[in-house]
């Protein structure tokens, strides 16, 4: 049997079939080596366009024609189409192979047969088929070990690990276990491999030799898709990647590694749905802290069987709320994962949870100091967004998500805290995207939120800006940005002039239409304060 599940031309010949036949190799006897896919037998000239590689040709010679260049041509075809070997029957067409097909089988590379007794070609179709099939039965039954060994390991209480060290064992080569994006999860030798065969050494390189989305892996390697049970970018979980370093890899190692492939998204799946429900259980610890449900004084023992231990440094209460428009049904487990591998270099204590149905991550972290509080919350706000992007909760075109951070303080201020982050994050959708935003600093609009359903908030904006959102509808150039900047700029019109990229006459008559249209003074301080009230409330009004 050849160890791809077929049989090589070697052992068809010494099958009794073609044994009876008193065979001889007249051409390429140092590759008897090829494996057999299939036997076919022919005797048209054009068989070459019938076969599809791999295959044991049997013919009595009557297709190969009576010329020289006739005989040379049709060898030449066999040999482009990858067949395993030629075999000729001598007797009533040949009673030996003529010299240029003799020649053009060693020029080609291919194995020449010639039988020298009649044998009947079903019979010798029939056991060359028979081995092929008890080869790959065989082949079968090594993967399905590996399979049942996989097995035992999980219901032994082993996990990913152990199923890759099985697999690394079985090939004679380390086995990758990466997520879709090729990001290394696992790295696992084989158990014989010498102690200077570091995996992690051996995928450095190989990642440093392909780009991190190729498509393919390195040349001789097996890539196995681990499924994720999903559509899009959840149909893959993550990927096996067996590079041929120690030894070549065959079709049964592909084999074995599809069956572990089954048996880790099983196990994916599960240590996903644990670590979500874990993570949406620190996410209700959080929301319930918020809401006041929870006792300051009870909070940090509470806190502690979650794993959240800060000791005595103040707290940082942190929220980022996902756009409508962002998947809700996206991998929460794997955002809580890459955000705390994200954060595992700041070096404070993190409790981190998900509220799916709101959209909403909730953290509460221990700084050393207040001081800390800026450096600390922008590395948080890089690795929640770097976390949405790995989730795949994120939609193309869609709004990035809000970061808000609040104010530190002990445990009796913490509810509080995220309360008042989780409310301002909701208010600040739709502001100018920035890393994170400061809590303190939108508390206008945060009331403005929270009057967004009143109905004399719609009538306020409308007084104080509906001429101006009138025009923009009808007429350009629209106004209402204009008069934005110039109230971000506290009226300077030569730093509005300049973001607006107009000349000062142009804004001047500008400013005059937006005065005209409100029956305004543009200089009172009074209009400035409502007109500033007035576009901070449109985002929350019809």
Known sequence: MDTQGGITVRRALELPGLRGGLPEVVACPDRLDRTVRWVHAGEVPNIASLLKGGELLLTTGLGLGTRPAGQRAFVRGLAERGIAALVVELGPRFDRLPAAIVEAARAAGLPLVQLHREVPFVSVTEEVHTEIVNGHYALLRRAEEVHRQCT???????????????????????????????????AVAPGAAPAAADPLQIWEGLRGRRPAVAAEPPAGSVLVDVPGGGQGTGAVRARLMLPAVSAPLLPVHRMAAERAADILAVVLMQARQEEELAAR???????????????????????????????????????????SELSPSGNWA??????????????VPVLLGVRPVEGRVPLLLGLRSESERTAVADRVATALRA???????????GRPPVVVVGVPGGWAAAGAGLRHAAETAA???????????????????LLLWRLREHPDLAAFVDRAIGPLRAHDR??????????????????????????????????YNRLARIAELLGSDLDDPQTVLALSLALRARRHTP
């Open 152 to 186: 035992e390991a999980l219901l032994g209480g082993g996990g990913v690990p152990q199923v890759l060290r099985i697999l690394a064992d079985f090939a004679g080569n380390p086995v990758f276990l990466e997520t879709a994006e090729r990001r290394l999860l696992y």
């Open 281 to 323: 259980g620190r996410g209700d610890f959080l929301t319930d802290l918020a809401a006041g449900r929870i006792r300051a004084e009870d909070a940090p023992a509470q806190a502690g069987v979650l794993g959240f231990r800060p000791g005595e440094e103040p707290l940082l209460p942190v929220v980022m709320r996902l756009a």
């Open 334 to 347: 794997l955002l809580a994962r890459a955000v705390l591998e994200e954060l595992s270099s700041v070096g």
């Open 387 to 397: 976390g949405v992007e790995r989730a795949g909760l994120e939609r193309a075109g």
């Open 427 to 445: 208010a600040a959708q739709g502001l100018p995207d920035r890393p994170w935003h400061d809590a303190r600093r939108l508390d206008i609009d």
């Open 474 to 507: 009808v007429s350009k150039p629209a106004l209402l940005p204009t008069l934005e900047v110039y109230l971000a700029h506290a009226g300077r019109k030569a730093e509005t002039a300049r973001e607006l990229r107009l000349n000062r006459q142009t804004l």
